[in-house]
């Protein structure tokens, strides 16, 4: 019979096991294998080989859904951080307008203290004095 080379990681100390017990390491390993194909999977070796690999399944599974836990909960840390900033800076722009209608409540919009209150926060002339409208009511 023609044989087809394929490799195979085994543990340590199975490998050292094994030399210790045969010279003749593939023929262990293809009876095994030949059993197992018999009884279709379902021998006491292939239950215990299936055995194995739910738990090892289950095992890297459980190991990535930590993984996945740990990201979320840094995302929402990142999220919250970010929230937070923004309700900051809101309240800090909210606190300049106030300061900003005491100066141009009663100036029109193409007034220089309007429009020097407008670029220092970010918006037009006509922005400001609506925003200093919301303010005052």
């Known amino acids: 019979m023609t044989k087809d080379?394929?490799?195979?990681?085994?543990d340590k100390d199975v490998a050292k096991q094994?030399?210790?017990e045969t010279n003749n390491?593939?023929?262990?390993?293809?009876?095994?294998?030949e059993e197992w194909l018999?009884?279709?999977?379902?021998?006491?070796?292939?239950?215990?080989i299936k055995l194995r690999d739910i738990e090892q399944r289950l095992e890297q599974s459980l190991n990535e859904r930590d993984k996945i836990n740990r990201r979320i909960e840094r995302l929402?840390?990142?999220?919250?951080?970010?929230?937070?900033?923004?309700?900051?800076e809101q309240e800090q722009q909210e606190e300049r307008i106030r300061e900003?209608?005491?100066?141009?409540a009663d100036k029109p919009a193409d007034n220089p203290?309007?429009?020097?209150?407008?670029?220092?926060?970010?918006?037009t002339?006509?922005?400001?004095?609506?925003?200093?409208k919301e303010v005052q009511q």
């Not at 080379?5 to 085994?10: A, C, D, M, Q, Y």
């Not at 429009?115 to 918006?123: F, I, T, V």
């Open 5 to 10: 080379r394929k490799t195979f990681s085994i």
């Open 18 to 20: 094994l030399s210790e």
């Open 125 to 132: 002339p006509t922005e400001l004095k609506e925003r200093v």
């Open 38 to 48: 018999l009884s279709g999977g379902d021998g006491p070796i292939g239950k215990e």
């Open 76 to 88: 929402r840390q990142k999220k919250r951080r970010l929230e937070q900033e923004i309700e900051q």
């Open 100 to 104: 900003a209608a005491d100066i141009v």
């Open 113 to 123: 203290a309007v429009e020097n209150w407008a670029e220092k926060l970010n918006m």
């Open 25 to 33: 390491a593939s023929a262990v390993v293809n009876n095994l294998l």
